[in-house]
């Protein structure tokens, strides 16, 4: 076998993997976007029920619920074959932002919880959902560039940008939880549209 040969062997295989990690994603996507849209719900009804914040504590809830649904869907698909350099880079995105928005809410739980530090209005009132909005959208696009699909690349900077916007006219109130509901269903969206292509 030549080098260009092996070359294009190679490309080809990568090309491949990325289609069917595309196929596969679509059904997590539909997952998380639901997942996503039911607790922005239930937070946002249950705050303006009784005007209080603290059930934002349930988006802690999310991935205990989540991560084991995903489990379920994964057990129930045909092995895909061994791992490759695609799937540990979106395998490592997602984690990156697991972490990332996991910390940050913590931080923030921790912060303001110490007591009238002058940091703490600032950091309350500051944007902790558009941020993690906003790196879910950056997570979704560059997922998007690692499987070449612009379906996944346009909903992720819907997603960030368009809660960012979204947040600064709804406020830090209970209103900004319809910023997660828009993630969910640009998220189920996606998943729908990229089922759909393969």
């Given at each position: 076998m030549t080098a260009n040969e092996s070359l294009a062997l190679i490309t080809e295989t990568l090309n491949n993997n990325r289609k069917e990690i595309t196929r596969r994603g679509g059904k997590y996507f539909i997952l998380w976007g639901i997942l996503l849209t039911?607790?922005?719900?239930?937070?946002?009804?249950?705050?303006?029920?009784?005007?209080?914040?603290?059930?934002?504590?349930l988006w802690f809830a999310l991935p205990l619920v989540?991560?084991?649904?995903?489990?379920?869907?994964?057990?129930?698909?045909?092995?895909?074959?061994?791992?490759?350099?695609?799937?540990?880079?979106?395998?490592g995105i997602w984690t990156s932002f697991g972490v990332f928005a996991c910390s940050l809410a913590a931080f923030t739980v921790i912060f303001t919880s110490v007591g009238d530090h002058p940091l703490a209005a600032i950091v309350v009132g500051a944007t902790l959902t558009a941020n993690i909005v906003l790196l879910f959208g950056l997570a979704e696009t560059i997922s998007g560039v690692a499987l070449r699909?612009?379906?996944?690349?346009?909903?992720?900077?819907?997603?960030?940008?368009?809660?960012?916007?979204?947040?600064?006219?709804?406020?830090?109130?209970?209103?900004?939880?319809?910023?997660?509901?828009?993630?969910?269903?640009?998220?189920?969206?996606?998943?729908?549209?990229?089922?759909?292509?393969?």
């Open positions: 039911f607790f922005s719900l239930l937070v946002y009804a249950l705050w303006k029920f009784t005007g209080h914040g603290y059930w934002n504590n989540g991560y084991p649904l995903a489990k379920i869907i994964r057990s129930k698909e045909e092995p895909m074959g061994a791992r490759n350099v695609v799937s540990r880079i979106v395998s699909n612009w379906v996944i690349k346009i909903a992720g900077f819907i997603t960030g940008i368009g809660s960012v916007v979204l947040y600064f006219i709804t406020g830090a109130n209970e209103e900004q939880m319809f910023i997660f509901t828009l993630a969910g269903l640009v998220l189920v969206a996606t998943g729908l549209i990229v089922k759909r292509q393969n």
